[in-house]
């Protein structure tokens, strides 16, 4: 009976063209993301994309491994020794400074990690790293630590006791040194995903959305309510066919758009920290763990939207009702909050789910019954639930379905 | 099998589409003849479980219908009047979707597609998608479709409205072979139809039971005569004002008309055997003079 409904949706032209255009989608935000990687070749000469990759990858795995005091104070070396020519000094010569950042890319991250934890905090100074020794450079994970103490303290934003506690206890126990190699091709995979998340849950979302009112549109109603499994049976194969498409489509779509993306960007640098993206990051995870928390929080974003979509399906028999509803979802508040700031509560919003990426960025924190989280952390398993009461209400929903 | 309506209504708002019905339905076939908004389909939609009684119940020996939920739409084989469709299925994908809806296992679903689809006369249509079939093989596949699962209780709404006379004929003769060991609910505009197939005709209107009985049974129940006389073309109109014309046919130099009257209308009026036709106007029908004289 599933493999009917299944075959109900995608016999549909319009449906077709929904997938043709997911593919389309996928091909065009996989080759933007493959042009996040820059490299400059000794010349000076900058390139992007599968190349620049393959030779970023070669520069910084010569640097692989924890980056501890040693290593923090070899890179200052390296650096000083690179940047100390007349040429590469002189402010007009570009040329010849393009050619001293292509011997230093093998360290740029570590380099920028030093600027950030030497620059004031929420800013980046591109010359910290200058106006320090090698035994202050050395010392940058205290300063990650102390950086935060000394804005907690400024009250420039207001942070109740226990976030306090919270974040100075998360930023303590972040494990360090941090393990270093290229990790580029994750970095440009997380800094995209976020976007092909949104396309993929609004298309899947305009996918499910004819499940329960086509039956309707089409009358094909009468029929279907008078036969045995009508009202019982064939209701669950339809939202077994629904949940199908969500977890079938998210899962292949979101697979194919990794794995391309990191086929042409290199797969190294899954067990680094995510701190070196996300210096200020309260999550002790890889960007292998928070690409899963990423993705995990996108699907509970589709299934709740999808759901949504298909109980307006089943209680109003339009289909284009039940597709406004993970725009409604999904969109709206981003949209607004671009117009007017939204309140506090509207992170807890399940437009939430398609943007962990920020939350792992810049958490929002909450506290709940005296413990402290981030609301990224709340409302993943809150509307995983949710989704889960979702579908019993549509069950019982379509089956007191009348035929008027 | 016995079906019953027990003081069964339905209202819609403020409007009663079917008012307090009372009716025992055993094997045969049921003619359920009246005008449009008479109450027809809505009665037959809750015959399929589509809608809930406002007030009353319908048993299925003795059970209500509504609480018997799948046991009760096992034995049940539905046309609707407007009857729905997927497009891009071929008649063999729908039919064999109707049968796993209607609990049929599958492997016996193939058997069973393949008879029915023998049976209606589509074997060279299998394969086609249902969009690009005519109207008279959409019909057939409609009733393909309420017959796979062999029903004892068969609902049949308008089924040969928008056919032509051959597919019609045909059609209604179809069901009639498929009538035999059920129970059948049939409902048409086109009186003939029910003269030929059915068993018991009930007259609706307005959601009441206005009649029932065999077709010989209700033309005797007709308290007025039926004649037939031919008169002027300037007379006509007077005529249609005066009484119920059941047929009219313009012929060299005046008109011959069929009139429902108690008394002889006309001089020259001669005394025709009443029809259904005649018990329909009679029943259903207004003079052109009265309320909307949509006859």
């Known amino acids: 009976m599933v493999r009917f409904e299944l075959k109900k949706v995608f016999s549909r032209f319009k449906n077709k063209m929904a997938v043709v255009i997911l593919c389309v989608l996928m091909i065009v935000v996989s080759l933007l993301t493959m042009n996040r990687v820059y490299y400059t070749d000794e010349n000076g000469n900058h390139t992007s994309g599968m190349q620049a990759a393959k030779s970023l990858r070669e520069e910084k795995n010569q640097w692989r491994g924890y980056v501890t005091d040693k290593v923090l104070k070899k890179v200052l070396k390296e650096r000083e020794e690179i940047y100390q020519t007349k040429e590469v000094l002189s402010e007009e010569n570009t040329k010849e400074q393009d050619k001293a950042y ?182 002790h995870v890889t960007f292998f763990e928070g690409y899963l928390f990423i ?110 | 099998m016995e079906l019953k309506f027990d003081n069964l209504t339905k209202e819609f ?86 049968s796993t809806l209607k609990g049929i296992p599958p492997a016996a679903a193939r058997k069973r597609v393949k008879d029915m689809i023998l049976k209606v006369g589509l074997s060279k249509a299998a394969n086609k998608k249902m969009k690009k079939l005519s109207g008279g093989m959409k019909r057939r596949v409609g009733i393909a479709q309420a017959m796979l699962n062999n029903p004892k209780i068969l609902v049949l709404d308008e089924p040969t409205a928008g056919l032509d006379p051959n597919e019609r004929i045909r059609f209604r003769n179809l069901i009639s072979e498929l009538s035999e060991e059920r129970l059948v609910l049939l409902s048409t505009h086109i009186v003939s139809d029910i003269e030929y197939i059915a068993n018991e005709i009930w007259l609706m209107k307005d959601g009441k039971l206005m009649h029932k009985g065999r077709a010989e049974e209700l033309i005797h129940s007709m308290e007025e005569n039926v004649w037939e006389c031919f008169v002027e073309k300037d007379l006509v109109s007077s005529f249609v004002k005066r009484y119920k014309i059941s047929n009219m046919k313009s012929e060299m130099g005046g008109v011959t008309l069929r009139i429902i009257s108690q008394e002889k209308p006309f001089e020259n009026a001669v005394q025709a055997e009443p029809t259904l036709e005649d018990v329909f106007l009679y029943y259903f029908g207004e003079k052109a003079g009265d309320g909307n004289g949509a006859v």
Request: contains cysteine.
């Open chain 1, 102 to 283: 292509a011997k230093t890319q093998g360290i740029s991250s570590i380099v920028e990690m030093i600027n950030t934890a030497f620059s004031p905090w929420r800013d980046y100074d591109g010359f910290a790293i200058d106006r320090i020794s090698p035994e202050e450079a050395a010392r940058v994970y205290e300063r990650r630590i102390s950086n935060l103490k000394e804005w907690l303290d400024s009250g420039e934003e207001y942070f109740p006791e226990g976030q306090k506690e919270f974040l100075i206890r998360q930023y303590e126990t972040l494990e360090t040194p941090f393990y270093y190699e290229y990790y580029e091709g994750w970095s440009a995979l997380l800094q995209n995903i976020s976007t092909f998340l949104l396309m993929l849950a609004l298309i899947i979302g305009f996918l499910v959305s004819g499940i329960f009112s086509d039956e309707f549109v089409t009358k094909a109603d009468s029929i279907f309510f008078s036969t045995k499994a009508g009202r019982n049976r064939a209701i669950v194969s339809k939202i077994k066919a629904g949940f199908f498409i969500v977890t079938g489509f998210y899962v292949v779509f979101v697979m194919l758009y990794t794995f391309i993306v990191l086929f042409a960007l290199g797969m190294e640098g899954a067990g680094c920290p995510i701190q070196w993206d996300m210096w200020r990051s309260v999550y």
């Open chain 2, 13 to 98: 708002g403020n409007f009663t589409a079917v008012d307090h019905l009372n009716l025992t339905m055993t094997k045969g076939v049921y003619g359920l003849l009246g005008v449009n908004g008479a109450g027809k389909t809505t009665l037959m939609r809750m015959l399929c479980t589509l809608l809930k009684p406002t007030e009353g119940r319908i048993t299925c020996d003795g059970k209500d219908i509504f609480e018997m939920d799948g046991e009760y739409r096992k034995v049940l084989g539905y046309l609707p009047q407007d009857f729905g469709f997927y497009p891009e299925f071929t008649v063999k994908d729908y039919l064999l979707y109707i």
């Open chain 1, 295 to 404: 993705v995990a929080g996108g699907y509970v974003g589709t299934l709740f939207a999808s759901a949504l979509a298909m109980i307006v399906s089943a209680a109003v028999h339009s289909t284009a009702a039940a597709v406004i509803m993970p725009f409604m979802v999904l969109c709206a508040f981003p949209f607004l909050s671009r117009i007017i700031t939204l309140p506090g509560m509207c992170s807890f919003f399940p437009d939430q789910l398609l943007d962990i990426y920020n939350s792992l960025k810049e958490s929002v924190l909450v506290e709940i019954g005296g413990k402290v989280m981030d609301t990224a952390g709340v409302i993943l398993p809150v509307y995983l639930f949710a989704s889960g009461v979702l579908f019993p209400v549509l069950y019982l929903i379509y089956k007191r379905a009348e035929v008027k």
